[in-house]
């Protein structure tokens, strides 16, 4: 958070300092630049003023016009919660604000990641949205590869998160996948190549024409498509299409908040002998417990010891 007393997020009581301000959601995340939506739906290209956070997708904030279709953002307005991520410089960076859903993207090829698939949903649960898990290209999976990802995908289904199998080729699955968008706002998270372009051209028939539109107004030629960008859906929810990874870093999170992250833990915390009980081989601890008589997942506990011992390696 900005610690600039003039520059910073406020309370949602408070009044614009100044009556020209308007309210604006952020569309496109282009770093310096960003692309505002207003009210009645015209998009406006602005900068931020000195001294604010960064700015992501889902952000509402108050700025002020500073000629046609331009402006200067002076307030981020509170968000209700942010997904974030670490970067390349090993530093937290918010992903999206004021989300409801994280989409976590799945297919056979590239070969299917469970472990980054784990960090999502742990960063998912940390942000207190919830997780939905797509396995798409569904068309290319033979009977043994989809019966291998049923069963894999149990354990997710086991602790209340939902799992789907689409087809942006063949077009199936995408009414149910539509159904979980509707009225809400999600960010489509995955790595590269697992088919996010064709599953939203299915979601958003017009996209190229959304896109050119966005294009216009940033000023900056082409939309790129490493630029974060939020869709409005036919179905009447809102899509933040996020550049594909190779992989997903969780920022430094404590033992306790790992454990949070972890949803089927839930029924165990606060039952270890001690109270600060990393779960691991301390005697008396409530999680060990339940992963020896198979009411938490062996493979998801692995997934715990390794994201613990990757944020250890961080002090």
Same mark, same amino acid.
């Given at each position: 958070?900005?610690?600039?007393?003039? @520059?910073?997020?406020?309370?949602?009581?408070?009044? &614009?300092? %100044? &009556?020209?301000?308007?309210?604006?959601?952020?569309?496109?995340?282009?770093?310096?630049?960003?692309?505002?939506?207003?009210?009645?739906?015209?998009?406006?290209?602005?900068?931020?003023?000195?001294?604010?956070?960064?700015?992501?997708?889902?952000?509402?904030?108050?700025?002020?016009?500073?000629?046609?279709?331009?402006?200067?953002?002076?307030?981020?307005?509170?968000?209700?919660?942010? =997904?974030?991520?670490?970067?390349? %410089?090993?530093?937290?960076?918010?992903?999206? $604000?004021?989300? *409801?859903?994280?989409?976590?993207?799945?297919?056979?090829?590239?070969?299917?990641?469970?472990?980054?698939?784990?960090?999502?949903?742990?960063?998912?649960?940390?942000?207190?949205?919830?997780?939905?898990?797509?396995?798409?290209?569904?068309?290319?999976?033979?009977?043994?590869?989809?019966?291998?990802?049923?069963?894999?995908?149990?354990?997710?289904?086991?602790?209340?998160?939902?799992?789907?199998?689409?087809? $942006?080729?063949?077009?199936?699955?995408?009414?149910?996948?539509?159904?979980? =968008?509707?009225?809400?706002?999600?960010?489509?998270?995955?790595?590269?190549?697992?088919?996010?372009?064709?599953?939203?051209?299915?979601?958003? &028939?017009?996209?190229?024409?959304?896109?050119?539109?966005?294009? $216009?107004?940033?000023?900056?030629?082409?939309?790129?498509?490493?630029?974060?960008?939020?869709?409005?859906? &036919?179905?009447?929810?809102?899509?933040?299409?996020?550049?594909?990874?190779? *992989?997903?870093?969780?920022?430094?999170?404590?033992?306790?908040?790992?454990?949070?992250?972890?949803?089927?833990? @839930?029924?165990? =915390?606060?039952?270890?002998?001690?109270?600060?009980?990393?779960?691991?081989?301390?005697?008396?601890?409530?999680?060990?417990?339940?992963?020896?008589?198979?009411?938490?997942?062996?493979?998801?506990?692995?997934?715990?010891?390794? =994201?613990?011992?990757?944020?250890?390696?961080?002090?």
């Amino acid at each position: 958070m900005s610690t600039d007393p003039d @520059h910073s997020t406020r309370k949602d009581t408070d009044k &614009p300092t %100044n &009556p020209d301000q308007r309210t604006g959601l952020v569309v496109v995340n282009y770093g310096k630049q960003q692309l505002l939506e207003d009210p009645a739906g015209d998009l406006h290209r602005c900068v931020a003023r000195r001294g604010l956070e960064q700015m992501v997708c889902g952000d509402r904030v108050e700025w002020l016009p500073t000629g046609r279709g331009e402006g200067v953002i002076e307030v981020i307005l509170p968000r209700h919660n942010v =997904l974030q991520r670490l970067d390349g %410089n090993s530093k937290q960076r918010p992903l999206a $604000a004021n989300i *409801d859903q994280v989409i976590i993207e799945a297919a056979a090829e590239p070969a299917l990641d469970t472990f980054l698939i784990d960090k999502y949903t742990v960063a998912a649960e940390l942000a207190n949205t919830v997780p939905l898990i797509v396995t798409n290209k569904s068309d290319l999976l033979s009977t043994e590869q989809r019966s291998r990802i049923e069963s894999l995908f149990s354990e997710y289904r086991d602790i209340g998160y939902t799992t789907l199998f689409t087809s $942006a080729l063949e077009n199936t699955g995408i009414r149910e996948f539509e159904e979980q =968008l509707s009225n809400k706002t999600s960010i489509l998270v995955g790595q590269s190549g697992v088919g996010k372009s064709s599953l939203i051209k299915r979601l958003l &028939p017009e996209i190229d024409i959304e896109t050119g539109k966005l294009s $216009a107004a940033s000023g900056l030629g082409k939309h790129t498509t490493t630029a974060t960008t939020l869709y409005h859906l &036919p179905c009447g929810g809102k899509l933040i299409d996020s550049p594909g990874v190779r *992989d997903f870093k969780l920022g430094k999170t404590s033992p306790v908040d790992l454990g949070n992250g972890f949803r089927e833990f @839930h029924d165990y =915390l606060g039952r270890c002998k001690f109270n600060n009980c990393r779960h691991l081989s301390e005697p008396g601890c409530a999680i060990t417990a339940a992963v020896e008589s198979g009411e938490i997942s062996t493979r998801r506990y692995g997934s715990y010891r390794q =994201l613990l011992a990757i944020m250890s390696s961080m002090d």
